[in-house]
């Protein structure tokens, strides 16, 4: 299946009451990020085949860096995975929350029911095929739109980011136009990051039982551990909800078509009757649908983006955790050092080398968790206000469908 | 019109299901679990068992005895009257069956309704009677009914189904929800069955019907098994089987007989799609609350997690909204069943009914021509014995032929008395189909309007809480 879609084309739902706003200013959805002039990315096109997705990355920049002001460059998911890996195994972003990297694309349960569609196609009459062939491309088309924005949400953190804007890595990524040749990590490589994620998670324990001097941080640490765990529970609640929503919808989408079947068979004054609640029905659950889709995007998404931005945060604190505990143990050597008297030097200097690290990761992370704040804030407000308009609209639009059917069908009589 | 009223105050009851108040009473549990039970229990030694009317028909129609001692609009036999509107207009009678109050120990319990009457009928000896019945009592009135009628064509509204596993649970004194789920879902069943038999003209002033809304005792009926639901089936069944081994077939000649069969095999298919699409949605809606539910405590706690204040009162109503979107889904999924679902199901139900008068149809025609080729047989017998020398032979077969010319006649006299009581029955079901569908619809997307005004309502609400984050 081919599928080549760009993120400015609109939805296929009928009729302008059923846009949503997802298909405009994407980019902002789940962070509040000021747009520079000096450096501005996000992704054009994509092209979904087979098993890849072929992103489309745009550039327009003022920067001397480049070597134009404006240019392209195709990426695969692999490739940002190996920017984002790039950032976090990079010392210098130690005390930076590195934007989380996005997820992967995963079109396979998508996939599997338009093949199952397929096979099934000489079951079933012309209309139902095309209708549910319909749906499913239309299923695959908003999975395919989340995709682009949330690695186009990866970039643009990035772009915004003082710091990381200016990384070497991040302009090879947006401007080499030849293949990054980083897709499938070699065996070694896969092994090494195995052990690097068994001891940061024993270390994660270690350090998140040391109390920290600074208040600031206690609290953050405290925070931050019990957020992401409610988050992550509030997401998977979230998607369980959403999707028993969309399984009523497609129930009523059912009913819908056996109605219109019994309104064409009657052979009383039904007829008229069911073909008509069969219309309204058709109307109404394409509504639900949409409800279903928009708190998908406003609520689903927005608590699945901040599960892997609390991870992000919890990682710099991790970091900053592992620089304490290295700077503690260079003060225990450099005690050890001068009462013995031996290698006092070599301590001190390790010792400086330390506490510089320490004092530089603690600057940066405490405005980071400051700035992680107010986008959290900002994002959530947004997306809550957003949530309950849409809520608002449709039902209000429901409702209007309702009751001028029932003031047609009340009328009959 | 009452007709209208009392479907509206029994939608009305179940509307309300959420707030129906169950007595609680201690039950002592039995533990072992024995196999297929019935209602139909033990003898009690205070009731006689009577035997109900075998369900092979009988050849000659049975009328209904008239009780009624004044005339009243209501007293025709029916076989007169194809024309019934004046009747509805002064049909006043009004049903409900409730309080269902568990009797007896383990699996020898069962529930027993009570069931109100208030009419002004004449028929009637009072303008308000009282009676309490259990399930069986149900089953034991429609198999007389059906016994009674349903060869004579006459559609006869069937019992609601037995349920082993429903009704185990309620023996063993399982006080949970399903457990009283059920037995509201049964309630209702039993006060729409009663309400369909009594619209009925005919069946509205059958003697055991009369009794069983009046007589305070009531003699028990057994071997109901054989006239469930299920029964019903197997007999319309035998009786589709018994045409489809005619040899000779029937030659339809009235075309009206053969479309209206054919529209209700194709309205049977899309009600059972249908049926099954509504009860798919009662489910996920179910569902939807129960997960709504669950986000809603979770959104709560992110809410106390979140430091930044005006987040977390934000998060904290968000979670207040969802608990409240979630009740509102369990109240549409209540009026997603009590409504349509089971609106449906009985539709079902009654079409099987309307199937097999169809088929009895058959069978009175079958019936007519067995009668036809026996005669034809006397007569060939009778001219062979024309020339032998056996005079007592002769005339017994003279005899024999006038026997089975009345049978002919007969068996052509219920022909037709069949197919004009069936199509005035269809005329009839088809008005009631069509009011049945056209109120419970309405009421149905009613419910859907206000489950919308009160979304609106809370997101409203919400919006202003939202904005307030800063």
Redo the contacts between chains.
């Keep these: 299946i081919f599928l080549c879609v760009s993120p400015q084309q609109e939805g296929l739902d009928d009729g302008p009451d059923f846009l949503s706003e997802e298909d405009r200013g994407l980019r902002a959805v789940n962070v509040d990020l000021q747009t520079d002039a000096t450096l501005q990315v996000d992704i054009s096109d994509a092209l979904s085949e087979r098993d890849k997705v072929k992103f489309t990355v745009h550039t327009k920049s003022t920067l001397p860096n480049f070597k134009q002001n404006e240019f392209s460059v195709v990426r695969q998911h692999e490739e940002f995975i190996w920017l984002h890996d790039s950032f976090v195994e990079n010392e210098e972003y130690a005390g930076y929350i590195i934007p989380p990297a996005p997820p992967r694309p995963d079109f396979d349960a998508s996939r599997e029911k338009l093949q199952k569609l397929g096979e099934g196609e000489g079951s079933m009459t012309k209309e139902e095929f095309t209708k549910m062939k319909q749906e499913l491309e239309a299923e695959y088309l908003a999975i395919f739109k989340k995709t682009v924005a949330m690695h186009e949400v990866f970039l643009c953190r990035v772009a915004a980011h003082p710091v990381l804007r200016k990384d070497l890595n991040f302009h090879v990524f947006l401007e080499y136009n030849q293949d990054l040749s980083v897709r499938g990590k070699n065996k070694k490589e896969k092994l090494e990051d195995f052990f690097k994620n068994v001891v940061k998670s024993a270390d994660g324990v270690l350090v998140a039982g040391v109390k920290d001097v600074d208040d600031f941080f206690e609290?953050e640490k405290t925070?931050l551990l019990?957020?992401h765990n409610?988050?992550k529970?509030?997401s998977a609640?979230?998607d369980?909800?959403i999707?028993?929503?969309k399984?009523?919808a497609d129930?009523?989408n059912?009913?819908a078509s056996?109605?219109y079947?019994?309104g064409t068979?009657?052979?009383?004054?039904?007829c008229k009757?069911f073909l008509k609640?069969s219309e309204?029905f058709e109307k109404?659950r394409k509504i639900e649908a949409r409800v279903a889709a928009d708190e998908d995007l406003k609520l689903a998404d927005l608590l699945k983006y901040y599960l892997r931005e609390s991870q992000a945060a919890k990682d710099l604190l991790y970091r900053r955790g592992r620089a304490l505990v290295d700077y503690e143990n260079a003060n225990k050597a450099l005690d050890k050092a001068r009462a013995k008297n031996k290698d006092v030097l070599q301590a001190e200097t390790t010792q400086q080398v330390c506490c510089q690290k320490f004092e530089k990761i603690s600057e940066s992370a405490k405005q980071e968790l400051i700035d992680f704040?107010t986008r959290?804030?900002a994002a959530?407000?947004k997306n809550?206000?957003e949530?309950?308009?849409l809520?608002?609209k449709h039902?209000?639009g429901?409702?209007q469908l309702?009751?001028s059917?029932?003031g047609v069908?009340?009328g009959d009589? | 019109s009452n007709d209208a009223e009392n479907t509206a105050a029994h939608h009305r009851n179940t509307l309300q299901f959420n707030t129906y108040s169950h007595r609680k009473q201690l039950f002592s549990v039995c533990v072992t679990l024995s196999e297929a039970t019935e209602e139909v229990s033990l003898d009690s030694p205070e009731r006689q068992p009577i035997l109900s009317d075998g369900p092979s028909p009988v050849i000659t129609p049975v009328t209904p005895v008239m009780i009624s001692s004044r005339a009243d609009v209501f007293d025709r036999s029916p076989d007169q009257d194809e024309d019934e509107e004046e009747n509805r207009d002064t049909f006043d009678i009004q049903i409900s069956v409730s309080d269902p109050e568990k009797v007896g120990d383990g699996m020898n319990a069962y529930m027993v309704y009570k069931v109100l009457t208030k009419t002004s009928l004449s028929i009637f000896s009072r303008d308000e009677v009282c009676v309490k019945r259990r399930f069986s009592d149900f089953l034991g009135l429609h198999s007389k009914l059906a016994s009674k009628y349903m060869h004579m064509g006459y559609i006869v509204p069937p019992a609601p189904e037995k349920s082993i596993v429903g009704m185990t649970k309620v023996k063993v004194g399982k006080e949970d929800l399903s457990s009283v789920e059920f037995v509201e879902k049964r309630r209702s069943a039993l006060e729409r069955y009663l309400l369909r038999t009594v619209k009925h003209p005919a069946l509205l002033k059958d003697p055991d019907v009369l009794q069983f809304l009046e007589s305070s005792e009531l003699p028990r009926a057994v071997s109901t098994q054989a006239l469930s639901g299920a029964g019903i089936l197997r007999m319309v069944n035998k009786a589709a089987d018994a045409v489809n081994k005619m040899t000779i077939k029937m030659n339809e000649s009235d075309a009206w007989f053969e479309e209206k069969q054919q529209q209700f095999e194709n309205l049977d298919v899309q009600l059972r799609k249908l049926h099954a699409s509504v009860e798919s949605l009662v489910c996920h809606r179910k569902e939807l609350s129960v997960n709504t539910a669950s986000f809603a405590k979770s959104a709560a706690m992110l809410g106390n997690s979140e430091d930044h204040t005006a987040l977390s009162r934000a998060l904290s109503q968000l979670a207040e909204v969802e608990e409240k979107i979630d009740q509102l889904h369990q109240d549409q999924a209540c009026a997603d069943f009590y409504l349509i679902s089971e609106l449906l199901g009985d539709y079902v139900r009654l079409i099987t009914a309307v199937k097999g008068v169809f088929d009895q149809r058959m069978k009175t025609w079958a019936k007519c021509q067995d009668a036809q080729v026996m005669l034809q047989r006397k007569r060939e017998a009778e001219a062979k014995l024309q020339h032998a020398n056996k005079p007592d032979k002769l005339q017994q077969a003279k005899d024999e032929i006038r026997e089975w010319e009345g049978k002919v006649q007969q068996g052509e006299r219920d022909f037709e008395q069949i197919s004009k009581n069936i199509r005035r029955e269809v005329g009839r079901f088809e008005k009631d189909r069509v009011k049945d569908f056209r109120v419970v619809i309405i009421k149905y997307l009613e419910s859907l309007v206000h489950t919308q005004q009160q979304m609106i309502k809370y997101w409203e609400a919400f919006l202003p809480e939202a904005k307030a984050i800063a």
């Design positions: 609290h925070f019990e957020y409610r988050v529970d509030s609640k979230s369980r909800m999707r028993s929503h399984s009523a129930d009523i059912r009913i056996t109605l079947t019994l068979q009657d052979s009383t004054d039904l009757f609640v309204l109404t704040k959290r804030v959530f407000r809550l206000v949530l309950a308009e809520e608002l039902a209000k429901n409702l309702l009751q059917c029932l069908l009340k009589t």
